[in-house]
């Protein structure tokens, strides 16, 4: 690698670590203002979601319905808050909106849901529906020939719902090139860790032999999802692709990547101002 | 009765036709093409039924149009879903007992809930199969009613069918139609004037002796009860309900008014659980109306097996079964207390 191309990498990596930072932030204040909620996952996915946000995506902040766009469906409605995160960062939704979060007539609702939020494309919560409204999306795209993709969150606890593996079947046989899977792997679910509920691994081996072109990464390591995203983007295979991403829980602060960790990881009252203060020093922030 | 004088079953799926009664073939997929030819937005989507819902008519006419997604009905209404959201107009089909029953949380969410222009048309609604109960749905409109921004349409014949295409393409929602598939009858012709609207109840024949709101293929029996019944003196008027929801609750309710003695049957090729017949005496009782009342429909019980004519003299659907209940009730002075 050249020396402008390294500098050119570190300087994106460099990029991307300070949107991953804002999107944990922006997270961890919604989380103050309810007192709780799915903090633990989005600290895990923000890396994943910095790379889609500000590197893979084609979007017009001020205009979420503009016609060229990719469309990013998330149809884990419970990482709303993660998503929310990266969508104050894009530009999308106002900073100011973190202090409604979750109440009343918030635009910003504990679950994801396509009629309250600027750039939610989706109504997500019943699990395993976002990958199978994705294929739709992908062939109608095909049909206006547009160039737009089709991104779709999941996570390996929605790899339970044999509607998503419908949808599988269904990318690869319609070859799906416009069609981006990302599935968050943290391996954990309402009641226990997913290996414990019902063990999908090996999950590569499982989207690869549906017809996927998988690519399989440190869901929090940023120069890895970099490689991942443009691979999946640059590649002609006439396939769908999935970027299975191995995430950590509360990521990016010290006592949540360390406690016990269940869906709805808990957060004392007098924790989220130290939360922020251990995230602000993870990322050398005064 | 000996095994040879026995109806086979076989035989009797294919059409709810009538001897010597005019029939149409394929209604819903001629009429489709008609429609995509004007509307270059109509997608045919389907789960492995495409010749058993009409949709196989489409498919040779426009096989670029046409999404074979497999028989995986919840993939099937996500990707209606899909197809929506990108600005498509796509009528979706498989049989009523899967639309009902294995994909009602798709519909909910992934349609319904945003309200997406998803047409899903639905093969063998209520018993118009002898199969037995994993293909007779007696009970998807009961399931369905509840589902809010859904549009439940029952079509009478073939004429209903056509004109009920159109409609569904310049009607903004998701629409829920239970299909007569194959030679399906016409028996609206007779009616002039008549048009099939989303939305509206319309009175087809006059009579002071009884009424009969009626939906679906039992519009076709009502006619021919109060026909056979006009012959013995007996005056009934028929109402046809296409739309199950929303209900024409003003056409309704002006119609029982009009005659506050003359006593209403509702018929349904559905379940007396949840349908029509629930729906029209919640709204008499809402408003005050008080009529004698009796549904005729299907019984609250997972049903036989067997030929389509056995089943509707059986359970209480056909002509005749008809003709009989209003015998019973309208030529009497007893009281017609509600079966519900």
Redesign the interface.
């Known amino acids: 690698m050249s020396d402008a191309a390294t500098t050119s990498k570190a300087s994106a990596v460099e990029m991307l670590r300070q949107r991953a930072y804002k999107i944990r932030r922006h997270a961890l204040r919604m989380g103050e203002v309810q007192g709780q909620g799915y903090v633990g996952q989005a600290l895990g996915v923000a890396d994943v979601l910095a790379v889609a946000y500000f590197r893979a995506l084609k979007l017009d902040p001020k205009n979420p319905e503009w016609e060229e766009r990719d469309r990013f469906l998330l149809s884990i409605g419970h990482y709303a808050i993660a998503l929310y995160a990266a969508l104050i960062e894009a530009g999308v939704i106002s900073e100011d909106e973190i202090e409604d979060y979750g109440s009343d007539d918030s635009i910003l609702p504990m679950s994801g849901m ?2 309250y939020t600027p750039g939610m ?3 997500g ?2 699990l ?2 976002g ?11 095909k ?2 020939k547009s160039a737009s993709r089709i991104f779709n969150l999941l996570s390996d606890g929605e790899l339970n719902e ?2 998503t593996w ?2 599988v ?2 990318a690869a ?1 319609w070859k799906l090139d416009n069609l981006i899977a990302i599935v968050d792997v943290n391996d954990q679910q309402a009641d226990d860790k997913s290996s414990t509920v019902l063990n999908y691994e090996p999950i590569a081996d499982k989207w690869a032999a549906f017809g996927w072109e998988t690519y399989r990464v440190d869901g929090n390591d940023l120069e890895a999802l970099i490689v991942a995203f443009d691979s999946a983007m640059e590649s002609s295979a006439d396939k769908p692709r999935v970027i299975i991403c191995d995430t950590l829980m509360g990521r990016g602060v010290p006592f949540l990547e360390t406690r016990d960790k269940t869906h709805f990881i808990r957060v004392d009252e007098d924790e989220w101002s130290v939360a922020l203060k251990q995230l602000d020093e993870a990322y050398d922030v005064q | 009765m000996s095994a040879k004088q026995k109806l086979k079953t076989s035989a009797m799926i294919a059409s709810i036709a009538g001897e010597g009664q005019p029939t149409t073939s394929a209604p819903f997929g001629h009429a489709l093409v008609e429609a995509a030819e004007k509307n270059p937005k109509i997608v045919g989507m389907t789960a492995d039924l495409g010749k058993y819902t009409d949709l196989h008519i489409f498919a040779q006419a426009y096989p670029d149009r046409y999404y074979q997604m497999g028989m995986a009905e919840q993939l099937l209404m996500m990707a209606g879903a899909g197809m929506a959201r990108e600005g498509f107009i796509p009528f979706v089909t498989t049989y009523s007992v899967f639309a009902s029953r294995r994909a009602y949380d798709f519909i909910c969410l992934a349609i319904a809930e945003e309200k997406l222009n998803v047409k899903i048309i639905s093969a063998l609604p209520g018993l118009t199969t002898g199969y037995g109960p994993s293909h007779q749905a007696t009970e998807d409109v009961a399931i369905f009613r509840g589902m809010p921004n859904l549009t439940i349409i029952d079509p009478c014949d073939a004429v209903d069918i056509e004109q009920s295409v159109q409609a569904m393409v310049d009607f903004d929602g998701p629409v829920y139609l239970r299909l007569l598939r194959g030679k399906v009858p016409r028996v609206m012709d007779r009616f002039e004037g008549y048009r099939f609207e989303i939305g509206k109840a319309k009175r087809l024949m006059d009579g002071s002796d009884a009424l009969i709101i009626s939906s679906g293929l039992m519009t076709m029996r009502a006619i021919e009860a109060a026909d056979e019944l006009k012959e013995k003196g007996v005056d009934v008027a028929v109402m046809h309900c296409a739309t199950i929801k929303p209900l024409d609750t003003d056409a309704i309710l002006a119609e029982v008014r009009s005659h506050p003695d003359r006593p209403v049957f509702v018929a349904e090729n559905h379940s007396i659980v949840g349908g029509l017949g629930e729906s029209i005496a919640s709204l008499l009782m809402k408003e005050g109306v008080s009529v004698k009342f009796r549904q005729i429909g299907l019984p609250d019980e997972f049903l036989d097996a067997g030929a389509l004519p056995t089943l509707h003299d059986r359970y209480g659907i056909s002509t005749k079964e008809v003709v009989k209940t209003l015998e019973q009730h309208v030529s009497t002075s007893e009281e017609i207390k509600p079966t519900i």
């Open positions: 396509a009629d494309e989706i109504t919560g019943s395993g529906h990958l199978g409204i994705g294929v739709g999306m992908a062939l109608g795209l049909r206006k044999g509607s419908e949808a079947a269904s046989h």
